[in-house]
């Protein structure tokens, strides 16, 4: 079948280098894409919300199947444009409809809907420019540490955890009143902070059956030791040594199988990719967010680790065998390390040289997905802050981590940067 791949991150690098394995592909487009993905498929230079040209190049490559990489177009309603086209209708479009999609587009609205199928969530409240005033109050009496969350897309930067009343009502006013993240924080929802440790899982849907297809751990701060600035990730590991069998039966149990259901209670019109950001607090899982689709980095861990053919399951989401495949991994652990540009997550530099990529890529049991980088003549140069990620593969975790480090070490760009100690507290 062909294939259109929506996106340009390191997600879809690794999303383009797992389909192109499958024997059911047979051309594999991607929108836009990058230099990681050009060896790949064939890069198209249509944007992720350009929906009409998107349907039209669908239409004339005789697209079967569509992969959405990003939230936005998601959170836009492109399932829904192409489901409603009739040219378009018969195209399998891996993602959430619109309306589904709001479990990522809106705080509020997946908070409610955890509410309403009795899903672990932390307590919260949420409020507008309208109740600001209260907002102020309710943050003066909640207590410490607070979670603040604007409550639409901010680009994995909308989440403060702040330790102080006062640094709590600034990033209130700075959300609410100054429009920090424009019209995603116009509403904030204000979280009980959850002590633990934040893991992902992740599930393919066609909104009555799922199969698990991965879980991580990913590495937000940008310094080691988690100190630092918050990011989009500095690097993960898969799989994750405490989450054993009993942790993913209460997983299960208490949370995906009551999201699944909730989909077809509410009428949640859902076939694709359901990232569950889980709190593991001594033992007992609960959800902070979901996100409509893979994560990044994790993505990057999660796909070398799965032994299934990845367009067979997606094909199976379509064709109601979901329930019926067998899902398979590879032996060992696998961990992903980011390497950044210089200053980032504040302000960085572009369009700077990078070498040495196809070294890492022939080193030992590793891979290189790129995520922020771009072409500048026959050079890949950087484009983004997070620029590109290593994953490797070892027996044990910490033999992963250093065989990903191993490879890393082949490349360079004036700036670089990564954390050296990914997967820290899983000792050998």
């Known amino acids: 079948m062909n294939i259109l791949l929506i996106g340009s991150g390191g997600r879809e690098h690794a999303l383009a280098w797992k389909m192109a394995q499958s024997h059911h592909c047979d051309q594999l487009f991607i929108a836009p894409g990058n230099p990681g993905t050009a060896s790949i ?14 349907s039209q190049f669908a239409i004339e490559k005789a697209v079967d199947m569509i992969v959405v990489g990003p939230e936005e177009p998601l959170v836009n309603g492109i399932y829904d444009f192409f ?11 891996i993602g959430p409809s619109k309306n589904a999609a709001q479990l990522e587009g809106s705080k509020a ?11 672990p969530t932390a307590s919260y409240a949420e409020f507008t420019k309208d109740n600001y005033e209260e907002g102020k ?6 207590s410490l540490p607070i979670v603040l969350k604007a409550d639409g897309l901010a680009a994995g930067k909308g989440v403060i955890i702040a330790f102080s009343h006062q640094e709590a009502l600034q990033s209130f006013e700075e959300m609410i009143q100054n429009k920090q993240f424009g019209a995603a924080s116009s509403k904030v929802v204000i979280e009980q902070f959850l002590e633990g440790i934040e893991v992902s899982v992740f599930a393919l849907t066609d909104g009555k059956n799922y199969q698990i ?5 990913d590495y937000k701060r940008i310094g080691e030791g988690d100190t630092g600035l918050n990011t989009g990730g500095m690097g993960c590991v898969s799989p994750v040594p405490f989450m054993d069998l009993p942790f993913m039966e209460k997983v299960e149990r208490n949370i995906i199988q009551p999201t699944i259901n909730g989909f077809q209670k509410e009428g949640l019109l859902y076939k694709g990719f359901v990232f569950f950001g889980l709190m593991n607090c001594g033992g007992e899982p609960y959800v902070i967010e979901y996100n409509c689709r893979l994560g990044d980095p994790e993505t990057e861990v999660i796909l070398p680790r799965l032994q299934t053919d990845l367009v067979s399951l997606l094909a199976a ?40 990529i196809e070294a890492a890529n022939t080193a030992t049991n590793s891979l290189v997905f790129q995520a922020g980088t771009g072409f500048q003549g026959e050079d890949i140069v950087t484009k983004g802050g997070r620029v590109l990620t290593v994953t490797a593969k070892g027996n044990q975790l910490q033999e992963a981590v250093q065989n990903a480090k191993n490879a890393l070490s082949q490349i360079q760009f004036e700036g670089m ?7 820290y507290e899983f000792p050998a």
């Open 213 to 217: 297809i991965g879980h991580a751990k």
């Open 83 to 93: 489901a409603q086209n009739e040219a378009t209708t018969h195209i399998n479009v």
């Open 41 to 54: 498929g064939t890069n198209i230079a249509i944007d992720i919300n350009d929906f009409e040209g998107l």
């Open 317 to 356: 989401a379509d064709n109601g065998t979901l329930e019926d495949v067998n899902i398979e991994f590879n032996d060992g652990a696998f961990a992903t390390v980011m390497a950044v540009s210089g200053g980032y997550p504040g302000s960085y530099p572009k369009d700077i040289k990078i070498t040495g």
């Open 417 to 423: 940067y990564f954390r050296k100690d990914i997967g």
């Open 109 to 119: 609205f997946s908070k409610h809907f955890m509410q309403r199928q009795g899903i």
């Open 137 to 142: 109050k309710y943050i003066s009496e909640h």
